[in-house]
């Protein structure tokens, strides 16, 4: 946290040193250990990792501990070669390093700031990259991290000096502010203290997507009306957020670091800390030396909320009420709200017409002690849908699709992902929250689906103290003419078939990676030892029912769960299990085998029964993300709710069919 603005010229330091994170880990190795330097200028960007996930650059483990100097120890001890770690315990902070480098899309998958961190408190203060997923860009500049391309590293080490105003000409003008002050808490500090003067906005009226409608009438220090458009930087209030105990503990810190220890929030009503990530981490063998440490969280978790005030979603008698993202649908998400929370799949809340997405922990503690946040206004795509699914087909096809297509070729990078058109009508509630919360797997900045009858239903039910017109009134769509950056793509329902993300081969620098689609009719026999339905994902109410519709088929069939395969299903919260229990299908699952754990996330962080133990086991899950080492280290396919069920009975990997079992 100490100020530690960049100088105006930016120079490699005598005596520091470049890492090239490689594609040939072996390379990576001689970097670290036998004092290899190369030169940006005899390799190309084909030769460096893309694609690096923030479970690589900091796994679960690491996020115990809550000090960055401590978790920069373990920086990469995610990234595996023949199942050994490439970065041995404090590798990257030995090795002297003030720059390091990769390929494409550095930073996917989970918002944990801790990659970030673990990269800045080991010394690096230039990232480079040829692009960064959204969520760890803005993780970086609000570190205060300079991020550039590998033709300045080929400048810097020729050994010429660029201008910092180089490195930060890409951003807007307020984050151009907040690098300069050497991260966000520098930076909103000068802001409080009247030191900067922010530019008025300008932009001229015109019609606008959700994400922008939701910004724009949340804006502070604007005429009422003001317009805004893709790259404006604005200060916009929040309705409300949470964050986990994975997270808390670093909010907390931070605060009282900033703040002094009788630092208070403005509105703790609006916000909320969970107890949902760790409470089965003991069943994880990796995870039992670290409990100590995990009560540490837990026991900050509680300090903050009883210091803040804050909504309490804590354990009751080991149970969680639920996953964060789940519960904060069901209970204070609102239409049209602006929420923002320590977490990548906040934007699961975009189902609800909500702008959602996730934060790091220094922007979640500037935004719960300001009540507004510094946003720069994404660009969009739209994902217009027609038609209807054929049985068989759930939501998550349909994002396994748009993955191997749309965010594969990056259209949905640091996009507001927008929904809309007549096949929405025909996805439940559920299951549009299945395509937001993927949003983050796309890279994309977040997913929102427009309002409709059905949603407003939904939220009268599940939130009756708004009245069919409040809701009604909040919610947003898009302009007549609304401009989309990502273009407009018509998804036809119709057309989509079951898919699976494949777990590539990761010794062979081919990443396991949600954009790994392939259709099942194409991948052959793949024999699984684990189906694993749960998650933020896949543990809400109509995924239950699609497992509880394959279940009562296997019943019927007189089918069990196939000998040698584990079926899991953990719920994604307290009413979901209710649900269940009131069904019957609680007693069916049990009936036909399943393994029921309590709602909370679980095997999808690698904390809970249902991680793969040795590397030969293969998953089948329907959780979100199937980066390397995340569920454990065996082979993870990614897929439907419907599909997991089928594949636990079949034990292969099977699409459902009504006559699947006949
Ligand atoms: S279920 Fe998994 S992806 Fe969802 S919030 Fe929990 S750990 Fe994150």
Redesign the pocket.
Known sequence: MADQRPPSTITLTPGKRVLFLTKDLDLIKQQLYDGLELQMKDLTVDDLLDDINTDVMTPAWVCFDHDPAEIAKNAYAGLMHNGLRVFRENALKDGQFEVIVSGQRKGTG?SRETAAQCERWAGINIVIAASFAPIHERNNINLGQLMGTHAMLERLQAGESIALSEFTAKYDPVTQLIVEHGGLFPFAKALKAGELDLAPLNTPSRPMTMAERIISRNLVGQPEGQCVKPGDPVIAEVQGGYSHEFTTAQVHTFLAEVYGEGYTLPNPDKFAVFE??LLYAHHNPKFVPFMDKVQTLRDLQVAFQQHTGVRDYSAIDGVSPG???QVAREEFIEVGDFIQAT?S?TCMGGASNALTWGVGATEYANLVSAGFTFVKVPESIRFELVGSLNPGCTAKDVILAILADHARKELTLNRSMEFGGPGLASLSVDERATLCNMATECSGRTGICEADEALLEWMIKAQPHLSLSEQRARSVKPDEGAHYDGGVHVIDLSSIVPMVAHPGDPDQGVPSDPTNGANISDIGEVAINIAYGG???AGKEDDIAYYAQVCQAAKDAGLKVKAGVDFYIQYGSGQVKALAQRMGWHDLFLEVGVKLIDPG?GA??GAGPGVSITPEQVTVSA???NFQGRSGPGKLYLASPLTVAASAFTGTISSWQDDLFA
């Open positions: 989970s949902d990530h996953i964060c993202h977490d799949h998650s933020c994902t996330c999808c962080i959780i979100n993300r």
